[in-house]
T-cell receptor, first 111, second 114 residues
């Protein structure tokens, strides 16, 4: 079973920031938080991951709470192409460990 | 750099027929995964390979599903015979065995069993 809890769906206006929450209250010390997204009819796409510190890349920012029990993925300026299902996953640091997907959050970016 | 390549992209078969899916992972990636994704659900792992060895196949329905990864590179997933409930998207992914690295997914094969 997935170790994360996410809202089923969210809406965001184009050009605004999209903040996607994730709860992972049972995360262990050596588990990373990963975010993937899946645009319709495509395979999941890696977005970002982190262990303790906040992370930022060209796609998004990841904010992890100090107790690591929750995190937020931030898309700073959402576009229509960001409409997708977003998955929050916790995973051991080993690079070969499997990803356990939940149902994710369906983000709809509206014009 | 080429990503994970899967073929075919779509497949429609009649029940009880066999079907095979092919995956070419990213060059140098030791780990290869096959996932199945039912409509409205997240992907679920079927099997994971480390090089040629299947290290996690606990979710693979072994009565009808089989997989192989010859020479630790390309992989094939087979279903024989197919059932109506096998209709789904079959996704292949690969990753390097390095701490904290991500997995890369192919486009998937959409199987429809009629």
């Amino acid at each position: 079973d997935a170790k994360t809890t996410q809202p089923t769906s969210m809406d965001c206006a184009e050009g605004r920031a999209a903040n996607l929450p994730c709860n992972h209250s049972t995360i262990s010390g050596n588990e990373y938080v990963y975010w993937y997204r899946q645009i319709h009819s495509q395979g999941p796409q890696y977005i970002i991951h982190g262990l303790k510190n906040n992370e930022t890349n060209e796609m998004a920012s990841l904010i992890i709470t100090e107790d690591r029990k929750s995190s937020t993925l931030i898309l700073p300026h959402a576009t229509l192409r960001d409409t997708a299902v977003y998955y929050c996953i916790v995973r051991f640091q080993g690079g070969s460990e499997k990803l356990v997907f939940g149902k994710g959050t369906k983000l709809t970016v509206n014009p | 750099e080429a990503g994970v390549v899967q073929s075919p992209r779509y497949k429609i078969i009649e029940k009880k027929q066999p079907v095979a899916f092919w995956c070419n992972p990213i060059s140098g990636h030791n780990t290869l995964y096959w996932y199945r994704q039912n409509l409205g659900q997240g992907p679920e792992l079927l099997i994971r390979y480390e090089n040629e060895e299947a290290v996690d196949d606990s979710q693979l329905p072994k009565d009808r599903f089989s997989a192989e990864r010859l020479k630790g590179v390309d992989s094939t997933l087979k279903i024989q015979p197919a059932e109506l409930g096998d209709s789904a998207v079959y996704l292949c992914a690969s990753s390097a065995v390095v701490v904290g690295t991500e997995a890369f997914f192919g486009q998937g094969t959409r199987l429809t069993v009629v």
